[in-house]
């Protein structure tokens, strides 16, 4: 039987979480509002996308995955306040003006004929990038101090890969002509140039690169002191 | 996207075959039915109650289609000040729930031998759904209408157990705990958002009892053996209904019948 009075690591062998992370509790919080904002803005596409597409299976699709999104917000919201964001209203906004408008023209097809375009939008340009900037938060936040968001953000990438991969399944099914295939990569393009001006779901750093006006300076700063 | 979306527009593929209510309302033949084939209760040993099971089995299927897109159009149609992120969130839960039923409804109405178009689709429940002033909307859908659905539900569930079918009463039940679920919703939104408004609160209860006369219409919902769908106290009692008020609703199927 194992000593109990002898001393044992605070952490098991296997057990590599380190100190610090990337994100200080503020920026955590930024990206946390950021991603409140783009899950509610893309479960309210879909739940009205649901009577303006003629395929049932599409319909059930969507109302499905209308509920797995504002779960995703309903689970930001709550992570707000942890984040001593008391005002949680505060944060919950686009980062910058080029997500609004990719908003607006994601959400702009309506007519029966354009099941194609809305998904697209859906899961060849918006799924992808949230997935991207999930994967990244998880990457660079600490993974003891940041434990609540990387749980919730398990969560919701397990829904968004596997919403991604059926949506997809969707869009091969029903992209069956040359035409078809134009007009999935003529959408594709239109709505990634406005998420490339976005920056991605939280804007510029949405990746971990830095926002163009701030790196050079922080650099030289370091350099300086050093 | 508009933020408002007509009944006329709502997408279908080429299966779906639209009749008007009034028509359905109006239709003369109605009244010429031979005794085998009238409304009433609806025993396995009766004539067509095959032909009447499949094509109520038909009418929850449309019906879920458009509980579905009527919660979807909840969660689109209303600004953030219009509609609390909380109601979005059970609207978008609701939109699952219905998406499920569709589902579900689907390969119920293939087990019972009827297929996606055999009988019109009139718009009725999603016009319902249609309504500017969201607590209307709420009490309109999810107490008027989903209360309908818990007592079709019930009917359907106690058919398939007197006609031997479990597959049609295991799905039924599961189906009741979800409208049961969805009621209860409703309620508790018309109390939150008109605590301070009882004007508005009137006005949504008086929109859920024409709702609920339109949906009586010729004695399809009451508690006599004339009624088609029988109206499911005990199941209404766990969705937050009291006796007052389903006393209403079955004085209202009363009067729908003259």
């Given at each position: 039987m194992a000593d109990p009075s002898a001393p044992r690591s605070p952490f098991a062998p296997w057990d590599r979480r380190e100190l610090p992370g990337l994100f200080t509790v503020e920026e955590s919080a930024r990206r946390v509002g950021h991603y409140a904002w783009i899950e509610m803005r893309l479960f309210e596409a879909l739940g009205g996308w649901v009577a303006t597409v003629p395929e049932l299976d599409v319909k059930t699709t969507l109302g499905r995955h209308c509920y797995h999104h504002a779960w995703h917000a309903e689970l930001w919201h709550k992570r707000l306040p942890e984040l001593r964001e008391m005002r949680p209203e505060r944060l919950i906004k686009a980062p910058n003006a080029d997500l609004e408008a990719f908003v607006a023209a994601l959400t702009e097809p309506?007519?029966?004929e354009l099941t194609?375009?809305?998904?697209?939008?859906?899961?060849r340009v918006l799924l992808p990038r949230k997935i991207a900037a999930y994967t990244y938060h998880l990457a660079a936040t600490s993974r003891i101090?940041?434990?609540?968001?990387?749980?919730?953000?398990?969560?919701?990438?397990?829904?968004?890969?596997?919403d991604w991969r059926e949506g997809e399944m969707v869009l091969q099914a029903l992209i069956r002509t040359d035409d078809e295939v134009a007009r999935a990569a003529r959408r594709q393009v239109e709505l990634e140039g406005f998420m490339v001006q976005a920056g991605g779901i939280a804007g510029p750093g949405s990746l971990g690169e830095s926002p163009?006006?701030?790196s050079p300076s922080t650099e030289s700063t370091v350099g300086a002191a050093s | 996207m508009r933020k408002s979306f007509p009944a006329e527009d709502l997408a279908r593929d080429g299966r779906f075959r639209r009749a008007r209510m009034e028509d359905r309302f109006e239709d003369p033949?109605?009244?010429l039915a031979p005794a085998g084939r009238r409304g009433g209760k609806l025993p396995p040993d009766r004539p067509d109650a095959a032909?009447?099971?499949?094509?109520m089995m038909h009418g929850i299927f449309v019906g879920?289609?458009?509980?579905?897109?009527?919660?979807?159009?909840?969660?689109?149609?209303?600004?953030?000040?219009?509609?609390?992120?909380?109601?979005?969130?059970d609207m978008a839960r609701q939109c699952w729930d219905e998406a499920r039923h569709t589902e579900i409804s689907v390969k119920l109405g293939e087990w019972m031998g009827t297929e996606i178009g055999e009988f019109a689709e009139t718009t009725f429940l999603y016009q319902a759904a249609c309504n500017p002033d969201p607590v209307l909307r709420l009490t309109g859908v999810n107490r008027a209408l989903e209360g309908l659905a818990i007592d079709v539900f019930n009917t359907m569930r106690e058919f398939g157990q007197a006609s031997g079918d479990p597959v049609l009463s295991f799905c039924e039940d599961w189906m009741l705990a979800d409208e049961v679920t969805h009621v209860k919703m409703g309620s508790d939104w018309l109390r939150r958002l008109t605590e301070h408004d009882p004007e508005r609160r009137q006005r949504a209860l008086e929109f859920q009892r024409v709702v609920d006369k339109l949906f009586s219409f010729r004695g399809f919902r009451g508690e006599t053996d004339e009624n088609p769908i029988q109206l499911a106290?005990?199941?209404?009692?766990?969705?937050?209904?009291?006796?007052?008020?389903?006393?209403?609703?079955?004085?209202?199927?009363?009067?729908?019948?003259?």
């Open positions: 309506e007519a029966p194609i375009e809305k998904l697209v939008g859906v899961f101090t940041d434990a609540p968001t990387i749980r919730s953000l398990g969560f919701i990438l397990d829904d968004e890969t596997t163009p006006s701030e | 033949r109605n009244d032909h009447a099971a499949r094509q879920e289609i458009q509980a579905l897109e009527g919660a979807g159009r909840t969660v689109w149609d209303f600004d953030d000040d219009e509609a609390p992120f909380a109601l979005k969130l106290r005990t199941f209404r009692r766990m969705a937050g209904f009291d006796d007052t008020e389903i006393d209403e609703i079955a004085a209202v199927s009363e009067e729908a019948v003259s």
